[in-house]
């Protein structure tokens, strides 16, 4: 490469002034732009101002710093300047010591002026090897920095890559590759897998790189790899070898594919659960077209996926979901992106199907709606369930009118809407006259039969407005909500008492039974609930007790009358507490022998302020009210006291004590074993006990009373039938019920003297009775003639005025002494 002077500057450091001048003169005349220095401190400063190309450098100079000592101060400073060494003699360490400090050629001051020619060549290979060198430094910074851009580069790029060597040894890896492997760029440089990696994967990878080595081309594996906070990357490994003119090495890249994975084993749960989940799915698109159905949907709806694609979900529609409701129901999907609800549809097969639907929207990053999604349950059977359970619970199974329940709730919801419009509700309470003697005599599936019958006769005599209701036994209810006319009541009470007059024909007998309507009116006789039943029963009652088959509408007098009632009640529920009851006794003389042998026991109210009170005041309401079970056990009680007193007294101890039983009492289940009981804690003899009950009693449960009298007849206590011809004077259940006595009604007796019938009807009961083995009592005896024609009758038994009011124990005891000594 020809080297061109003109430009070349030339430093010439030597301290021989004549060698400088020389060498200097010399490279000038050469065309060479030079100059001088005579030490190495000037020639580095002038090195350091000015622009050199090559510096003849004399070996040894004085004083300070030598010729080699200020090149290789020039070498660390970084100077790449040519430099030619002179030196005086062959000194070879010297020589290469030069060479290796960077000295580009070295000249022997030897021969006189003959060593310029040498230094003309050295001088010009000098600057041809420098120029050399400098173009490959240029070309090494060149690459580097090429290197270094590529380094970049791959550093940004997100996935770990790494290259190898051709032993398997990391050369290079980009950040990403150390941020994954979380190991620092410097340590991973230089090491192998087995250095860098747990057991398992680094020998997988070190198998790996072998195969690739030994078979060139790529490879492409699944590896896991377990970093140090715990969490398990899956890894897609790929590799590259290729020789030779390829890499230097091994060049790989790897993909986390943990969360592609997830992704895709979530894919296939949720593919797998779309298939087989038992609940429908229906997937649209933006505009509600289906795009996608599962097998439930067919299963639940009968049509397939083919059949449906594309169409809009509306063509299920059952149609009993009106435009409103679809309104709003798109209206809430679009506000909230969600809703769900009761839906009826239609099968393919036109069975309707109630669903419960929950319908989602799909968004994309954009919040735009690109799909919904629709998944329901096919509720029709659970719904039905739930109708049939309602319905139970608000309907009377017999006669399917609303039952008691229902019957309230409507009561109130018509109370309310009443208040609120300003009219008026009537309430209607109806009682069946006779029907428990329908049930006794032909039995309980005809009762049931004139139930339904009663019932569909009653809802034919309202509007579809007014309420029917079944309370229980033969009590029904009538709700006429918004009544304008009061008359309007009337009517519809007349035509219900004219229908339930006419003959019912069930299971072949004609049978005749009547209602009692009892009528109060909101808010005009109540303002509530309770105030409104109890008026409505209280005129029902008043209905039947004026004879049947008629109504009365509540009175503020019967609500008078109540309030006593209540009153009253409240007074006796005292009266038990504190016992202010005590028995009297009516004597009851035998015919024949003229003498007391029983008596019956009659309650009295020893009343703190009233007095004694008779029992007519307060049996009735007692007997309602369920308190009578209290007032009996305290006369029974009382009265076995007594008869243990009178055990002791030998006009006494025959005396047999009749105890009345109400219809309340028998129903207790406790009683027998109550009577039991009292009968041995006071140690008296059942004998010495009877029991009173009325037929009306025996007709209300023949079958149950049988039973109990047996019972009570087995520990030995007579059993006497009262009030006998006040009833139904059933020879049927004279023969049926074993009654040890039976005592003529009071009224029969009383006028047997100026009424021939009755006089015929009680010589009829003795004759009768005592053909069926049982002793008759004649009851209200008040006069002789009285007396004397039951006498002729052979009446057993006769107890009444005539002898003896009720007395007290104490007078009752004197009464028997004294009719003992007449006799
Ligand atoms: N469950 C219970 N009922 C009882 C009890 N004590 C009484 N009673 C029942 O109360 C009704 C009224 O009883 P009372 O006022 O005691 O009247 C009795 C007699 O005083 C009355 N009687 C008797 N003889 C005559 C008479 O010659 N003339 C006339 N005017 N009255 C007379 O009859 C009543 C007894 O009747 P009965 O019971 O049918 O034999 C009454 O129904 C009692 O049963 C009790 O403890 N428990």
């Known amino acids: ?68 000592e200020m090149l290789k101060h020039l070498r660390t400073q970084g100077s790449h300047v040519a430099v030619v060494m002179l030196t005086g003699a062959e000194e070879h360490e010297v020589i290469v010591e030069a060479m290796q400090a960077g000295a580009q050629d070295f000249i022997l001051k030897t021969g006189g002026n003959e060593f310029l020619l040498k230094l003309e060549q050295g001088v010009e290979r000098a600057l041809r090897v420098c120029l050399l060198e ?25 996935t770990p890559i790494y290259y190898k060597d051709r032993e398997g040894r990391y050369i290079g ?11 620092p760029k410097s340590d991973i440089i230089g090491k192998k897998a087995t250095e860098l990696y747990e057991s398992v994967l680094a020998e997988r990878v070190s198998r790996l790189d072998d195969t690739l080595y030994a078979q060139g081309g790529h490879s492409l594996e699944e590896l896991s790899f377990t970093r140090s906070d ?40 949720a593919q797998t659960v779309f298939e087989t989940t038992s609940e429908a799915i229906v997937v649209t698109d933006a505009h509600n077209r289906i795009q996608a159905v599962n097998p439930s949907f067919t299963h639940v709806t009968g049509y397939t996926e083919d059949e449906v694609i594309g169409r809009d979900p509306g063509f299920l529609s059952s149609g009993r979901q009106d435009k409103a409701f679809y309104h709003k129901m798109w209206l809430q ?59 139970q619970a608000n309907y009377d199974a017999l006669t399917n009118l609303p039952n008691r329940n229902l019957f309230l709730d409507r009561l109130s919801r018509s109370m309310v809407r009443a208040k609120r419009h300003k009219t008026q509700v009537a309430l209607m309470f109806l009682d069946l006259d006779r029907f428990k ?17 009663a019932a569909v006769r009653i809802s034919t005599c309202v509007r579809e ?61 109540g303002q509530d609930l309770e105030v409104l039943l109890r008026n409505a029963d209280t005129a029902m009652y008043r209905a039947k007790e004026a004879g049947r ?23 006796i529920r005292k009266a038990i507490k504190k016992e202010e009851f005590v028995v009297y006794y009516q004597p009851v003389v035998d015919v024949k022998q003229g003498r007391i042998v029983s008596c019956e026991a009659l309650v009295r109210w020893q009343h703190p302020f009233k007095g004694l009170v008779a029992p007519n005041y307060f049996i009735a309401i007692a007997e309602e009210t369920g308190l009578i079970d209290g007032i009996g056990h305290l006369v029974l009680k009382q009265v076995c006291q007594q008869i243990q007193k009178w055990q002791n007294d030998p006009v006494m101890k025959d005396i047999r004590v009749a105890v009345n039983l109400s219809p309340h009492q028998l129903r207790n289940n406790n009683l027998v074993h109550d009577i039991e009981k009292m009968l041995q804690y006071y140690g008296i003899s059942a004998g010495a006990l009877a029991f009173e009950i009325t037929e009306t009693q025996v007709m209300q449960d023949p079958e149950g009373t049988a039973v109990l009298l047996d019972d009570i007849q087995a520990l030995g206590i007579k059993i006497y039938l009262d009030d006998f011809g006040t009833g139904y004077s059933s020879l049927n259940y004279l023969k049926r019920f074993s009654f040890d006595v039976l005592k003529i009604d009071r009224s029969f007796i009383m006028d047997v003297e100026v009424d021939s019938g009755d006089a015929a009807l009680v010589e009829a009961i003795i004759v009768m009775a005592h053909k069926l083995g049982i002793k008759v009592v004649a009851e209200g005896v008040e006069t002789e003639n009285q007396r004397q024609f039951v006498a002729q009758q052979e009446c057993d038994l006769i107890q009444g005025f005539y002898y003896s009011r009720p007395i007290d124990a104490e007078e009752m005891s004197s009464f028997c002494h004294l009719n003992f000594a007449k006799n």
């Open 1 to 68: 490469m020809p080297v061109e002077a003109q430009n070349t500057k030339i430093l010439v450091v030597d301290d021989d002034l004549i060698i400088r001048k020389l060498v200097s003169g010399f490279l000038s005349q050469k065309g060479y732009d030079t100059a001088t220095c005579n030490n190495a401190g000037d020639a580095l400063t002038h090195l350091e101002n000015q622009a050199v190309n090559l510096v003849v450098l004399d070996h040894l100079m004085d004083p300070g710093m030598n010729g080699l």
């Open 230 to 269: 715990g969490t398990h990357h899956l890894l897609l490994h790929k590799a590259r070898f290729q020789e030779p003119g390829g890499a230097m090495g091994l060049v790989g890249a790897v993909v986390d594919i943990t969360d592609r994975k997830l992704y895709e084993n979530e894919l296939r749960l």
């Open 333 to 391: 999907l679009s506000q909230n992106g969600h809703w769900h609800g009761e839906i009826w549809n239609r099968r393919k097969n036109g069975d309707l199907y109630a669903e419960w639907l929950s319908i989602s929207a799909v968004h994309n990053e954009n919040n735009e709606t690109t799909q919904y999604v629709a998944v329901f349950s096919d509720i029709t059977k659970r719904i039905k369930a739930e109708e049939l359970i309602r319905h």
């Open 134 to 158: 400098q173009k490959m430094r240029e070309a090494h910074e060149a690459l580097q920095q090429q290197a270094e851009f590529l380094q970049t580069v791959i550093d940004a790029v997100p």
């Open 437 to 453: 003697s329908v049930n006794d005599t032909l039995g309980h599936n005809v009762g049931d039969a004139l139930l339904q019958e």
């Open 465 to 525: 407005t007014d309420t029917v209701s079944r309370l229980g036994g033969d009590e029904f209810t009538v709700i006429i909500p918004d009544l304008h006319h009061v008359n309007d009541i009337e009517k519809i009470a007349n035509k219900i008492l004219y229908q339930l007059s006419q003959p019912f024909s069930l299971a072949g007998h004609e049978i005749f039974v009547s209602g009692s309507v009892g009528v109060t009116v909101f808010p005009d006789d």
């Open 549 to 571: 088959n008629d109504f009365r509408f509540f009175t503020q007098e019967m609500n008078a009358e109540a309030h006593e009632q209540m009153v009253l009640e409240r007074e």
């Open 173 to 183: 890896c980009n950040t990403a590759m150390a941020d994954f492997i979380e190991t």
